[in-house]
Each structure stands twice: as structure tokens, then as C-alpha cells.
């Protein structure tokens, strides 16, 4: 007899622990959660069900480490020290199909972590708001839309085309707003990429207006829960993924001073560090850092095969392409982002996340970092009015010039505003190696893929250019449809 595994993944919203159990028929993946009133009956409950939310994002298979790591294995930056399936090679060469570990489990965290922020917030309408009040009610909803938002924006960039192909018009996702806590029916369709695009920013602009300026001068807090400025930073990269350069030269310019040194003026202070490197070593909570993914050195950590560091550091499963970005001569020797870069066994691996303690990989995640505001904000400048625009060259320079002294932009550096474009495309492929966003970047823009090793090129019509449909999501979904 053929035995079709379960994965049934048991949670209560709030716990960071899960159980898994084979079952000789299988569930769908997206029964993952019970709502249980008695979880908003106290204020310590709920203040526990908001960490949850969190703890959902940082999952391994999420932006715990994965969802970065694929992001950047698609593209041109490393190349496999290994073929093993577990660690992402079929995504690194593109021969992933329906039934690919990453392809499942990806998608059953992303919508897992989904599943969590609409439970709460329905829990918190029934029961939570009367129990802690509607100020701090309407804060913590507000950072469920932004996990929510955060979630949906992550499975778009994996599952469905760039939003400029069509406008938004093609298949994108299942829009699940209403939590589900019991086995039933899961059928429904993909609503246009367009739809989705529409609702993470409806949440995000919801997130803005409720979530408190700050969380007083508890650093850490700062960083590793959404304020004000988190959904504002977010929706930068939202609407320069699709395009929307005025919208990102909106929002952005109410989080970045019109001239240098760049810094949020209101909420919580963002500022570039002066050295890139103190955003990756503890205590992790700079002014640079809108929004990390902790993990407490000594105490628990990213484990196993997970980890950022395990797979570029520590195993080594990864080198750096020596063709890559690394390999371009105009970022310099001097350039502080170089120190990331160590030498094993002859080969460059990245040491951006090196911290092993008794747990595992303790370095916190980043999810965005004021640096990509700037960059977004430079770009969308550039491209909004394609020109060598003054504030454009001057916040680029401000990204270069803190690890490069010796590199400074002028107009003059720009043969024409597409060159311009080129820069900021090249500063965010070094700027950001090793943090998921080469893949994204490539593709708002229908630019093909490079080829790296001897994995070929992708180009934007190929239909490896985004992920197959989950097959755990086609099997119980009827109404879903595969890319």
C-alpha cells in the first residue's frame, strides 16, 4: 500500500512550539490553528497571542532564514557546495516541482503565520478589545495587518508573476481573511496579483494609522515588533515593486529628511550606522533596524539546516560567485562590506551571519533596514522623473559612502539617467547580499535571471522564472490553479 504522509501542524496562536503526526491519509495544511477564546480572556494572554504573531514570521521555513535564503539562491550570488534537496539546490537550479519540500512548506508557513493574524484578529473583535481596551487593541490588530501584509507581499514574490506583467492583472493568490480553525471547506480561487497588491496595502496603510509611534527607549522592542514607521518603510518596497515611484516618494519622504544625513525626523529615529557592520552583531538593535527576527544567543536560536549562517557560514553550503557581485571591480577592496566576505578552503563564503551559540545561529534576521529606504526612495526619484536627479545621486551616496570613503557619486558619474537605475540595482545587490532581495529586485523589473555556475540564465517568459503552486494547496484547494 502507498502511504501519503500528514503534516498536521498543531498550534494555539501565541505558542512558539508545534507537533507533527504521520497519518496514513493527509489534512490540508491550512487547518493550523484553534481559536480559543480563553487565550483573549487576560491582558498577559493577549500580549502573548501579539508574540505569536511574530513567532509565525520567524519560522525557519519563513523569515526565520528560508525566504531569504531562496530569494537569494534563485539569482547569481552563490554557488552550491552541495546537491543535497533538503537545502534548497532545486530551487537553486530551478528544477523544483508541485511536491518540492520548499515549495510546500514555504507556502504552508506563509499561510500558517496568515492563518494566526486572522484568528486574532477576529478573537480580539469577540472578546480581546473588551478585555484590554480599544487603544491597545487597536495597536496590536494593527501589527496583525502587519504580519498579514508582510506574509502576502513574501508569497508574491514567489508564486506569481511581477506585478508589471499586466498591471497586477495575473493569477496571483488564495485571499484568505477570515481565520480557520476547523476542518472544512478550503476551496477557493487565486484572486489577481492586483487584489493582493490592493489588500497588503490597505493593511499596511491600516497598520500605519494605529501602531504606536514607539515602543519608548526599549531598543529591542524597536526592533523585533512593528511601529509607525515599520508599515510606512514597508510600503516603499510594496509600491517600488509595483512601480509606483511617486507613491514610494510619498511615503518615504515621511520617514527621510530632504537632505543629509538622512533620518526620521518623528517615531522611532531611523538612521543609517556609520558602520554597516554593527547592524549584524549584537545587540542587533541599531537605528538602521526597522525590523529583525531575534534569536537570544545562549537560549534558543535559528537551528539546524535553517539558518542563515548554516547555509552561507557554517556548513558552507553556499560559496559566494567570485562572478557575481562580488567579482564587480567598481565596489572596492576598501569598502567595508568586503569584511563580510571570508575566505575557506579557498573558496568566499558570506560571514554576514556567523554567530553560533550553544542553540544554534544566533544572529538576528533582518527584515528591512533603513538603508533600503534610502535606496528605494533614490531609485523611485530617479525613475519617477528619469533624470540625474540631485536627492537621488545624494542618497546613494549615502549607502556607498559609509563603507566606501573613497567613492563619491556625482551626476557627472552617469552617462544617462539609465545608468543611474544601474547603480542603485548594483548598490542594493551588495548592500543587501545575503538578505533576500536580488531575486525580488530582478524581478519587478522582467529582467532575466543570470546564470551562475553552470545553472543557465532564466529569462522573464520562462516558467521557471516563479514557483509552482504548492501541491499539498492543489490537492485540497480544487478551485486553485497552478502556475
Given at each position: 500500500m502507498k502511504k501519503k504522509i500528514l503534516y498536521f501542524t498543531c498550534i494555539t496562536i501565541g505558542l512558539l512550539t508545534s507537533c507533527k503526526k504521520e497519518l496514513l491519509t493527509p489534512e490540508s495544511q491550512t487547518a493550523v490553528a484553534t481559536l480559543d477564546y480563553a487565550q483573549f480572556s487576560t491582558v498577559g494572554r493577549i500580549q502573548g497571542q501579539v508574540l505569536g504573531l511574530y513567532a509565525g514570521l520567524r519560522a525557519g521555513d519563513f523569515y526565520g532564514s528560508r525566504?531569504?535564503?531562496?530569494?537569494?539562491?534563485?539569482?547569481?550570488?552563490?554557488?552550491?557546495?552541495?546537491?543535497?534537496?533538503?537545502?534548497?539546490?532545486?530551487?537553486?537550479?530551478?528544477?523544483?516541482?508541485?511536491?518540492?519540500?520548499?515549495?510546500?512548506?514555504?507556502?504552508?508557513?506563509?499561510?500558517?503565520?496568515?492563518?494566526?493574524?486572522?484568528?486574532?484578529?477576529?478573537?480580539?473583535?469577540?472578546?480581546?478589545?473588551?478585555?484590554?481596551?480599544?487603544?491597545?487593541?487597536?495597536?496590536?490588530?494593527?501589527?496583525?495587518?502587519?504580519?498579514?501584509?508582510?506574509?502576502?507581499?513574501?508569497?508574491?514574490?514567489?508564486?506569481?508573476?511581477?506585478?508589471?506583467?499586466?498591471?497586477?492583472?495575473?493569477?496571483?493568490?488564495?485571499?484568505?481573511?477570515?481565520?480557520n480553525s476547523v476542518a472544512g471547506n478550503y476551496d477557493l480561487a487565486r484572486s489577481s496579483t492586483s487584489v493582493i497588491y490592493t489588500q497588503i496595502l490597505k493593511d499596511l496603510n491600516e497598520a500605519e494609522v494605529d501602531l504606536p509611534l514607539n515602543y519608548g527607549t526599549v531598543a529591542v522592542t524597536n526592533t523585533t515588533r512593528g511601529h509607525r514607521n515599520t508599515a510606512i518603510a514597508f510600503k516603499t518596497r510594496v509600491y517600488l515593486t509595483m512601480q509606483r515611484y511617486a507613491d514610494v516618494i510619498t511615503e518615504a519622504n515621511k520617514i527621510v529628511s530632504a537632505s543629509a544625513p538622512f533620518v526620521a525626523s518623528t517615531g522611532v529615529?531611523?538612521?543609517?550606522?556609520?558602520?554597516?557592520?554593527?547592524?549584524?552583531?549584537?545587540?542587533?538593535?541599531?537605528?538602521?533596524?526597522?525590523?529583525?527576527?531575534?534569536?537570544?544567543?545562549?537560549?534558543?536560536?535559528?537551528?539546524?539546516?535553517?539558518?542563515?549562517?548554516?547555509?552561507?557560514?557554517?556548513?558552507?553550503?553556499?560559496?559566494?560567485?567570485?562572478?557575481?557581485?562580488?567579482?564587480?571591480?567598481?565596489?572596492?577592496?576598501?569598502?567595508?562590506?568586503?569584511?563580510?566576505?571570508?575566505?575557506?578552503?579557498?573558496?568566499?563564503?558570506?560571514?554576514?551571519?556567523?554567530?553560533?551559540?550553544?542553540?544554534?545561529?544566533?544572529?538576528?534576521?533582518?527584515?528591512?533596514?533603513?538603508?533600503?529606504?534610502?535606496?528605494?526612495?533614490?531609485?523611485?526619484?530617479?525613475?519617477?522623473?528619469?533624470?540625474?536627479?540631485?536627492?537621488?545621486?545624494?542618497?546613494?551616496?549615502?549607502?556607498?559612502?559609509?563603507?566606501?570613503?573613497?567613492?563619491?557619486?556625482?551626476?557627472?558619474?552617469?552617462?544617462?539617467?539609465?545608468?543611474?537605475?544601474?547603480?542603485?540595482?548594483?548598490?542594493?545587490?551588495?548592500e543587501f547580499l545575503g538578505e533576500g532581495l536580488r531575486s525580488p529586485d530582478l524581478l519587478r523589473l522582467g529582467l532575466t535571471i543570470p546564470g551562475k555556475g553552470n545553472v543557465p540564465s532564466v529569462a522573464p517568459t520562462s516558467t521557471q522564472y516563479i514557483w509552482p503552486i504548492s501541491g499539498t494547496e492543489l490537492l485540497y484547494n480544487k478551485l486553485m490553479t497552478d502556475n
Open positions: 525566504y531569504l535564503v531562496y530569494n537569494d539562491l534563485r539569482a547569481d550570488n552563490f554557488l552550491a557546495q552541495s546537491s543535497n534537496s533538503v537545502t534548497a539546490y532545486q530551487t537553486y537550479n530551478y528544477t523544483l516541482g508541485n511536491g518540492a519540500q520548499e515549495v510546500t512548506d514555504f507556502w504552508a508557513s506563509a499561510y500558517s503565520t496568515i492563518n494566526r493574524c486572522n484568528l486574532f484578529i477576529e478573537g480580539m473583535a469577540a472578546k480581546g478589545t473588551s478585555v484590554i481596551g480599544d487603544a491597545i487593541a487597536k495597536n496590536y490588530i494593527a501589527e496583525a495587518k502587519l504580519v498579514r501584509a508582510i506574509s502576502y507581499y513574501s508569497l508574491l514574490q514567489l508564486y506569481a508573476r511581477p506585478y508589471y506583467d499586466g498591471q497586477g492583472s495575473k493569477p496571483g493568490l488564495p485571499l484568505r481573511l477570515t481565520g529615529p531611523l538612521a543609517l550606522q556609520s558602520d554597516v557592520t554593527n547592524v549584524f552583531k549584537t545587540p542587533y538593535t541599531t537605528s538602521e533596524s526597522i525590523l529583525s527576527m531575534p534569536f537570544v544567543t545562549g537560549t534558543e536560536a535559528a537551528g539546524g539546516q535553517s539558518a542563515l549562517g548554516s547555509y552561507y557560514f557554517g556548513v558552507k553550503l553556499y560559496s559566494l560567485n567570485p562572478d557575481g557581485i562580488i567579482g564587480d571591480a567598481t565596489i572596492k577592496a576598501v569598502d567595508k562590506r568586503r569584511s563580510f566576505i571570508t575566505i575557506s578552503g579557498n573558496l568566499p563564503y558570506l560571514s554576514k551571519f556567523p554567530t553560533l551559540a550553544a542553540a544554534g545561529y544566533a544572529d538576528y534576521v533582518p527584515v528591512i533596514r533603513y538603508a533600503e529606504v534610502l535606496l528605494n526612495l533614490g531609485e523611485a526619484r530617479a525613475r519617477s522623473t528619469n533624470s540625474l536627479d540631485a536627492q537621488s545621486v545624494a542618497l546613494l551616496n549615502a549607502v556607498r559612502t559609509r563603507s566606501d570613503a573613497t567613492t563619491v557619486f556625482t551626476a557627472a558619474s552617469f552617462a544617462s539617467p539609465q545608468a543611474l537605475f544601474d547603480a542603485f540595482l548594483k548598490e542594493r545587490n551588495i
